[in-house]
């Protein structure tokens, strides 16, 4: 909604000033569809030919998460740290071995879909349940583990920010296509000079159409959303990362009230639940 807002404002207020100040949006309109098929067609087909399969995809999916609020939230926060609480609760009172069903089937554990918003989400569940498997064998201490932890947040991290580096770099490209719309409206232009000025000015106005096009287009569009894919990305791994200090600080011996206070504090401050807020959250959940 908010990506929408921001293109309405951009293209309302440099269109209006425009036609405030005098200038002829007719000329624009007129040479809109077939500029925008050269920039965008041209700029298409090297992002197609510049990118892998599985980076085209991925930028489809990150750029539809664009126009959907994010699912980040205190709420959620409190949900993955209640869990977490709750298998390492039962971990310290039962014994490691008494998570193991849990572990090895998560979608019919009533450990994970009793918070459903968190148990149902693939990725989460499977980085969670990977670590306390390893946990439950006893084969790795801590620093290994966070070691290994660390290498699959960094390739996750790696991987994601493929779609938005694929993004950032046709906001580049975008202003050079838009050149050549004008370059080849200059030679169109060139090819009438026997016009009467009026034609050939019309015609000059058209070219330049494909310079402002390409600009506008990268930095109006493009590029805002390769910045707000980067920013869901960071929300994304701060997650991990809260999962990862929370694991770790169970295996160094402390108890879970105190591993899932390790978890809280690494999450940003608008999704940080306060001390009062988890404990009520998680005894609520009992």
Known sequence: MFVIIGWLVAIGCIFGVFIVHGGNIGVVLKALPFEMITILGGAMGAFVANNQPKVLKATGKAIGGCFKGSKYSKARAMEVLALLYDILQKARKEGLMSIEKDV??????????????????????????????????????????????????????????????????????????????????????????????????????????????????????????????????DEDGKELQCIKTTLLASMQGYAPQVAIEFGRKVLYSTERPTFIELESHVKGKK
Not at 143 to 170: F, G, P, Q, Y
Not at 194 to 218: D, E, H, K, R, Y
């Open 104 to 233: 090895e089937d998560p979608h019919n554990s009533p450990l994970f879909q009793k918070y459903a918003a968190v148990g149902n989400d693939h990725h989460v569940v499977e980085f969670i349940t990977d670590y306390l498997r390893m946990m439950v064998s006893g084969n790795l201490n801590a620093h290994e583990i966070e070691s290994l932890m660390d290498s699959e947040i960094e390739t996750h991290h790696a991987e994601a920010h493929a779609a938005s580096a694929a993004v950032t770099r046709l906001a580049g490209a975008l202003p050079a296509f838009g050149i050549v719309a004008a370059v080849l409206g200059v030679v169109n232009t060139m090819g009438s000079v026997g016009q009467p000025p009026a034609v050939l000015g019309a015609m000059i106005g058209s070219a330049l159409v494909g310079t402002f096009l390409g600009i506008l287009l990268a930095y109006g569009f493009a590029e805002p959303l390769a910045g707000l894919m980067e920013q869901k990305i």
